[in-house]
């Protein structure tokens, strides 16, 4: 059984940095693409981050490009989303999703993944 397990959200004043953690068990984390959406009240899910299974290939939204890094440790079986200064329209729930069928030209189309975790609320004040 695949689960993702996001942790590391909280509430932070703008300008402020976190770190989200994405723990991936049931399926070899280096075998799969991972990406990072967020979805914020009354709002579509949207694309943030995507990293490639050896972690070479990164893609990031125009909204966050600049401000956030995406990351994994395969050793670990674990993806990392660095989010720095953060603006008040970052809040929403960040997810992280994975991809069993390997790379997609539609990374950015959270219907092309099929592995979601819970969600991990991101609060950012201004």
């Known amino acids: 059984q695949v689960q993702l397990e996001e942790s590391g959200g909280g509430l932070v004043q703008a300008g402020g940095s976190l770190r989200l953690s994405c723990a991936v068990s049931?399926?070899?984390?280096?075998?799969?693409?991972m990406g990072w959406f967020r979805q914020a009240p009354g709002k579509e899910r949207e694309f943030v981050a995507v990293?490639?299974?050896?972690?070479?290939?990164?893609y990031f939204a125009d909204s966050v490009k600049g401000r956030f890094t995406i990351s994994r440790d395969n050793a670990k079986n674990t993806v990392s989303l660095q989010m720095n200064s953060l603006k008040p329209e970052d809040t929403a729930i960040y997810y992280c999703?994975?991809?069993?069928?390997?790379?997609?030209?539609?990374?950015?189309?959270?219907?092309?993944?099929?592995?979601w975790g819970q969600g991990t609320q991101v609060t950012v004040s201004s």
């Open positions: 990293i490639s299974r050896a972690g070479i290939i990164t």
């Open positions: 999703a994975a991809r069993s069928q390997g790379w997609t030209g539609r990374y950015y189309d959270p219907n092309q993944y099929n592995y």
């Open positions: 049931g399926i070899t984390s280096s075998s799969v693409p």
